[in-house]
């Protein structure tokens, strides 16, 4: 059972069962016409979490970081090491004992669930006390992937956290709905990624047209774009109708307009939460 109460160390994330219930942060000015920024980051499952939960947690950060018109490319670990790819930031989601140990050493409160170290570009997460975190209406998906994107935040971030948003002292126990970023926290997060080396910027993204990064390692015209959809299905419509819906939407987008393109992905970019 959680504690109720926040760590007070910038970095760290824990859980408050006394949060209020706040949508996401109205941004100050909009950031619709920025070019989207991407990063590559690594991720360490050490906990074996299962691999649909992990790819929706994933696709639930980077709903976090869309708002921010921010993309973030994960890279698993192996294939990391095997392409030798240079990789900023690293979260690491830790196996029971390994984080048992690691919250002994550091002498870490029982409510801590995630630490973020910007020095090393690495964030932990104690995904067992992360799990005993979430309760109703909230799921491990909804937890694991607001984790990820707030631990992220603290590696492109100065230290602190704000009174609201995704970056607030504690995770919004009893609501499902979206966090942001501040606009000032956008602002700053995008200034950190214009300073990271082309190495870490994956190929064929782009990042500013006619800027530094325009186009890639690929080079020539402009890449392809993504959309990344989370359907949820209380309705239980039926299964062959959704697949069908599915194929009708990507043929639409993929013909109506070149900004956006089919994900590398089974699904082709379209996730449905059963």
């Known amino acids: 059972m959680v504690s109720g109460r926040w760590a007070a160390v910038a970095g760290f994330l824990a859980i408050s069962e006394l949060a209020t219930g ?12 920025q070019p989207v920024m ?101 799921d491990t998906i909804i937890q694991l992937g607001d984790v990820l994107a707030h631990e992220l935040g603290h590696l492109l971030l100065p230290p602190g956290h704000s009174s609201a948003g995704i970056m607030r002292a504690s995770v919004d126990s009893r609501t499902r709905n979206l966090q942001s970023f ?4 956008t602002r700053a997060i995008r200034t950190r990624l214009s300073k990271l080396p082309v190495s870490a910027i994956p190929s064929a993204v782009w990042r500013s047209p006619g800027g530094t990064h325009g186009q890639g390692e690929a080079g020539g015209a402009e890449p392809d774009f993504a959309i990344e959809m989370c359907v949820y299905n209380h309705a239980a419509a039926n299964e062959h109708a959704l697949k069908f819906a599915d194929a009708h939407a990507e043929s639409s987008i993929t013909t109506t307009t070149r900004e956006v393109a089919p994900a590398a992905d089974p699904r082709r970019g379209l996730y449905w939460l059963d």
Do not use: C
């Open 22 to 33: 706040s949508n996401a942060v109205a941004r100050e000015q909009d950031t619709s016409a």
């Open 182 to 185: 501040t606009d000032a926290q």
């Open 38 to 138: 991407v990063v590559r980051v690594r991720i360490d499952n050490q906990a074996g979490v299962d691999a649909t939960v992990l790819r929706f947690a994933k696709a639930r950060a980077n709903q976090v970081f869309a708002s921010s018109r921010v993309h973030i490319d994960w890279i698993e670990e192996t294939d990391a090491s095997s392409r030798r790819l240079p990789v900023p930031f690293t979260v690491m989601i830790m196996a029971d004992g390994h984080a048992k140990r690691k919250a002994v050493e550091e002498g870490l409160q029982d409510d801590v669930i995630g630490q973020g170290a910007p020095v090393a570009g690495r964030a932990y997460i104690y995904f067992n006390r992360m799990v005993e975190s979430v309760h109703a209406p909230r």
